[in-house]
């Protein structure tokens, strides 16, 4: 009765119950990966703190649920794609999209929705092509506070879009910025990380060259005037990215073997090691005031007469500085 008159009396009582908090990773700092050819690439959190984490390699998803450390199965070896890049989860955690790369054919990259209740890929938008340069890479993917997805190009310089209100209707990939200043080197690897701040801009940084650019999304939706911002010295191997509010960008760099913070002021970058001694960082997702990052160690894949990979294949948790 004591319980009744008091909800009675309190304005906005009801019966639900307040959602506890996820469990918490207090005191884990590394997730073991399965196998001997995982090479992990990308890796993303839903809200309640499950992580997701792709083999380019095998195109095989894990998850790692809530308070634990325990890779579990999600996605079988090849059972959608053979290789996984990029990875994130749908703002309204419906789906988690991944960057499918085939390599050694010549098919198309493609953003590809998997339910995350059946682990079922249900929606797929293929690269455009642009002539014979092809349709490009796939790498990593973000999305804005209205819902439209984008995604790195790093082989011809773009940024793709699937929008909002097409998220739903296969091939529906469109070309939101291609630009000069974002192609690559020939025969280098250009356009990697992709970030949404959060309010009306993307940052997306190049791997060989260590640089940053903002663009602009307009009112319109369209991209704005694309700006290269100067920073105090250059990323070494830039790779995964991270927007953090308040504090800027977080970023992998993969030849660095570090997580570095770039703060942002006046236009300008400045670069600041967070932690070093990384084995080759691919990828970041941030969750429980920590960037949690796949250790991808892609030379043994990539460069001729490179040492094995390390096992076992690792998920290494970096605190961020308060």
């Known amino acids: ?20 908090p996820p469990p918490s990773r207090t005191g884990v700092m590394e997730i073991v990966l399965p196998g001997n050819d995982f090479y992990p690439e990308g890796i993303a959190a839903a809200a309640d703190n499950t992580f997701y984490i792709g083999s380019v390699m095998t195109g095989q998803i894990i998850q790692v649920k809530p ?9 079988a070896p090849k059972a959608i794609v053979t290789g996984v890049v990029g990875l994130h989860v749908q703002r309204d955690q419906k789906y988690l999209w991944l960057c499918s790369n085939v390599y050694g054919t010549t098919d198309a990259p493609q953003l590809i929705a998997v339910d995350r209740q059946t682990a079922q890929a249900v929606h797929r938008h293929t690269f455009p092509v642009e002539g014979s340069s092809g349709a490009g890479f796939c790498n990593e993917i973000t999305e804005d506070s209205a819902g439209n997805l984008y995604a790195s190009d790093s082989l011809l310089g773009r940024i793709i879009r699937v929008k909002a209100d097409r998220r739903e209707h296969d091939e529906s990939a469109e070309v939101f910025i291609r630009a000069t200043e974002l192609a690559p080197e020939q025969g280098q690897f250009g356009l990697n990380g992709l970030a949404y701040d959060g309010q009306s801009s993307l940052y997306a940084v190049k791997t060989v060259e260590g640089t940053l650019f903002r663009i602009p999304i307009t009112a319109a939706g369209a991209a704005g005037t694309l700006q290269a911002i100067p920073l105090d010295k250059a990323l070494l191997g830039a790779d995964g990215l991270q927007y953090v509010n308040g504090r800027g960008l977080i970023v992998a760099e993969q030849y660095g073997k570090a997580v570095s913070h770039i703060a942002l002021a006046d236009n300008r970058g400045t670069v600041t090691r ?21 250790e991808g160690q892609l ?20 605190p961020l500085p308060k």
């Open 67 to 75: 308070g634990s450390a325990q890779a579990e199965d999600f996605v």
């Open 274 to 294: 967070i932690q070093e001694g990384l084995d080759e960082p691919s990828s970041l997702v941030i969750a429980e005031e920590s960037a949690w990052v796949s």
């Open 1 to 20: 009765m004591a319980v009744t008159l008091a909800c009675l009396s309190a304005a906005g009582c009801s019966d639900e119950e307040e959602p506890l």
């Open 299 to 318: 030379s043994a894949i990539t460069l001729p007469n490179s040492p094995p990979a390390d096992l076992p294949f690792k998920v290494r948790r970096v």
